[in-house]
């Protein structure tokens, strides 16, 4: 059974960092490219960041590059998406995506 768990989201002020995690079990997580996605209030679900199965080659949304930078562990089966410089338009539920499944997403919301 496929599970994708995100953890690490929470309340941070402007300027802030976070660091989310997504814990994947059920297939061979090092065979394959993750995504982190992002859906604020009202809006479509938008692609964040994209990593290649080795980690080797990124990809960022414009609306992020610069602030946001993805990774993963594979000997842990793990995902991160490191947050810094955070904005209130960065409010949104993140959700890690790969091997066709999807997590049940962590909040983050950025506030004075």
């Known amino acids: 059974q496929v599970q994708l768990v995100e953890s690490g989201g929470g309340l941070v002020q402007p300027g802030g960092s976070l660091r989310l995690s997504c814990a994947a079990s059920?297939?061979?997580?090092?065979?394959?490219?993750m995504n982190w996605y992002r859906q604020a209030p009202g809006k479509e679900r938008e692609l964040v960041a994209t990593i290649t199965s080795g980690g080797a080659i990124t990809s960022y949304a414009d609306s992020v590059k610069g602030r946001f930078t993805i990774s993963r562990n594979n000997a842990k089966n793990t995902l991160y998406l490191q947050m810094n410089s955070l904005k209130p338009e960065d409010t949104a539920v993140y959700y890690c995506?790969?091997?066709?499944?999807w997590g049940q997403g962590t909040q983050v919301t950025v506030s004075s």
């Open positions: 995506n790969g091997y066709s499944s």
């Open positions: 059920g297939f061979t997580f090092s065979r394959y490219g």
